[in-house]
């Protein structure tokens, strides 16, 4: 089994590490979680973040041949379009993109002309698929909770879960937005303990747990099952539920939800422009 090369880059304004996953034989990659750098208050957008991406993989002369989301973000906005313009490269993300295609076209109301179908993407993942990155075979495993489409992705000896699982010392991800479930969490949760203790665990987030002063982007199988401070070896999944539920219940939406989510849904893409040519970002009142 052919084991891949993992480098980070880390947004610390929206906590986001994004990642680019080498063949450690050929120079084939694949980009998972981008960030596109967006000003709220002024509306603006930049790809400084993207930038730098594209800057290693130029650097090192590596093809990109995926550009893969682990779900639909709530708190930042994906550089998906940007990258796959730059670099080429297949897009992904899990089938479920049309359950939450669906939520939230209606809750935004984006009308008729935004597909529903998750046709923005090159491909839709399902659980147990597999695909390439060179001569890297990745599996994916559908471990839903946090949103219906949440998906892993396994890579030799990594696996890149996304919002599932944060470190060991700051524990799990919420399940208050439309589509959430406690209950799925853990169980999606608990899919990924299975992996061999040693899988190297790559997360999409870290938020630096009391007392620790560096941020941390990876972990381990066994690291989780022992030191999880949720869903540690010993909790059931009723005491996780309960945990979990009234947790959410004490949390703020995230800041950029309102345009991470219009933006994401349709594979990073803005919406459509408007008939003076600008586009703009729908604040549903009093919905979330």
Same mark, same amino acid.
């Given at each position: ?121 090159? *491909? %839709? /993942?399902?659980?147990? !698929?597999?695909? +390439?990155? #060179?001569?890297? =075979? ?61 899988? *190297? %665990? /790559?997360?999409?987030? !870290?938020?630096? +747990?009391? #007392?620790?002063? =560096? ?74």
């Amino acid at each position: 089994m052919r084991n891949p090369i993992v480098t980070h880059f880390f947004d610390e304004p929206t906590n986001t590490f994004s990642y680019i996953v080498q063949d450690p034989n050929s120079n084939a990659c694949a980009i998972i979680d981008s960030v596109l750098d967006f000003d709220y208050a002024a509306g603006r957008t930049n790809a400084r973040s993207a930038d730098a991406i594209i800057d290693h993989i130029q650097r090192e002369k590596l093809s990109v041949e995926w550009v893969l989301e682990t779900h639909v973000h709530a708190d930042h906005l994906s550089a998906a379009p940007y990258l796959h313009e730059k670099l080429g490269g297949r897009t992904g993300i899990g089938a479920k993109i049309r359950e939450v295609q669906e939520t939230f076209g209606k809750a935004f109301n984006a009308g008729s002309e935004f597909s529903r179908d998750g046709s923005q993407f090159d *491909r %839709l /993942f399902e659980e147990g !698929d597999t695909f +390439a990155i #060179g001569g890297l =075979e990745a599996r994916v495993l559908h471990t839903p909770g946090h949103t219906p489409a949440c998906l892993t992705y396994v890579i030799g000896d990594a696996a890149f879960v996304g919002d599932t699982l944060f470190m060991p010392d700051y524990g799990t991800a919420r399940c208050d937005f439309p589509g959430g479930n406690a209950r799925t969490l853990y169980r999606s949760i608990h899919k990924v303990l299975a992996l061999p203790g040693e899988t *190297r %665990l /790559f997360l999409c987030h !870290d938020y630096k +747990a009391p #007392g620790r002063e =560096e941020y941390q982007h990876q972990s381990s199988v066994s690291e989780q099952r022992t030191n999880n401070v949720h869903v540690h070896e010993g909790v059931d999944e009723n005491a996780f539920v309960k945990m979990r539920t009234e947790r959410d219940a004490t949390l703020n939406m995230p800041r950029l939800i309102i345009p991470s989510v219009q933006i994401n849904m349709r594979a990073g893409r803005l919406p459509p422009a408007e008939d003076n040519d600008q586009v703009y970002i729908k604040v549903p009142i009093n919905l979330f």
